[in-house]
């Protein structure tokens, strides 16, 4: 079993940046992918961001490229999501997964594991 605890969501006005974290345990992650998804209530969960655990690729949606980091701590078990540049629109329930097998890494779909979210709320 894997277990994902994000941390880090919080309120803030559009421009800021906030750091999301989450904390992994459980079995290895060296082959697996980690991303990170948001869903609004009543919408899709969508793709953000994910990063292979063993070599460092990451990949990024659209929407947020060029303004979200992704990126990974081997030794804590961790991996973040560096936002800057927040908007509005990116308002939402952003939770990290665990995908240990080899499917698209946009589709939440094919994760294994989830965390419970945690909450980004960005005002105007």
């Known amino acids: 079993q894997v277990q994902l605890v994000e941390s880090g969501g919080g309120l803030v006005q559009a421009g800021d940046s906030l750091r999301l974290s989450c904390a992994a345990s459980?079995?290895?992650?060296?082959?697996?992918?980690m991303g990170w998804f948001r869903q609004v209530p009543g919408k899709e969960r969508d793709f953000v961001a994910a990063?292979?655990?063993?070599?460092?690729?990451?990949y990024y949606a659209d929407s947020v490229k060029g303004r979200f980091t992704i990126s990974r701590d081997i030794v804590k078990n961790t991996v973040y999501l560096q936002m800057n540049s927040l908007k509005p629109e990116d308002t939402a329930v952003y939770y990290c997964?665990?995908?240990?097998?080899?499917?698209?890494?946009?589709?939440?779909?094919?994760?294994?594991?989830w965390g419970q979210g945690t909450q980004v709320t960005v005002s105007s």
């Open positions: 459980g079995r290895t992650f060296s082959n697996y992918y």
């Open positions: 990063i292979t655990w063993r070599g460092g690729t990451t």
């Open positions: 997964a665990a995908d240990d097998g080899a499917g698209p890494v946009s589709m939440p779909t094919v994760y294994d594991y």
